[in-house]
């Protein structure tokens, strides 16, 4: 998990602070990886390609074992919906990895649509209810507490204004 917010005197005010703090951070992930996509030799051809209207996200690789290598990259296990964040022209959408479609179910993430920087973009993450302790409940979803806040913790950018990111290594689009 990206951090731990608590406060005892004010539960509601932390959760919005910490739902800016993460759009905050997701945002300049945004302008490093639009940054990162236009240095790349690829020319456009005219006008911007259209953006894909799905995708299959990358998949964890279950492991017995825990283990430590250089070559692998490490992402904490959230306890929530597995989303693909697709955005264009000011609208969202939400898509399971079995192509389910969320954007009704998780309306109060809507407004993630107006704070990224970009006309088209496809994010991979997982919407995830965070608990006045800062703690994924999955149970916050499923039954709608008032005490949890609904977030989209993002792990990749896919394709960005007219790019696509997954031919750039993993590695790179996650330097942020």
């Known amino acids: 998990m ?7 005197s004010n539960n509601r005010q932390v959760s919005l602070l910490a739902r800016l703090i993460l759009i905050l951070l997701f945002s300049l992930l945004l302008l490093f990886l639009q940054s990162l996509a236009m240095s ?17 996200p990358m998949l964890p690789t ?13 992402e904490p296990k959230l306890d929530g ?18 192509k389910r479609n969320l ?6 993430l809507r407004e993630i649509s107006s704070l990224i920087k970009a006309r088209t973009a496809i994010i991979d993450g997982e919407i995830v209810a965070i608990d006045k302790d800062g703690m994924a409940k999955f ?10 806040a609904t ?10 204004d007219g ?4 031919a750039c290594p993993l590695v790179k689009r996650k330097l942020f």
């Not at 954007?103 to 109060?108: G, Q, V």
């Not at 149970?139 to 949890?148: A, I, N, Q, V």
């Open 2 to 8: 990206w951090a731990r917010v608590y406060n005892r």
């Open 40 to 56: 790349t030799n690829r020319k456009r051809s005219r006008g911007l390609p259209a953006m894909p209207t799905s995708v299959e």
């Open 62 to 74: 279950p492991i017995k074992l825990p283990f430590s290598d250089s070559d692998w990259l490490f």
């Open 81 to 98: 919906f597995r989303a693909l964040c697709f955005l264009k022209d000011g609208k969202v959408r939400f898509l399971s990895r079995n």
């Open 103 to 108: 954007t009704k179910r998780f309306l109060e």
């Open 139 to 148: 149970d916050g979803l499923s039954r709608r507490h008032p005490e949890c």
């Open 151 to 160: 977030v989209l913790y993002c792990f990749d950018l896919l394709y960005l």
């Open 163 to 166: 790019f696509d990111l997954t």
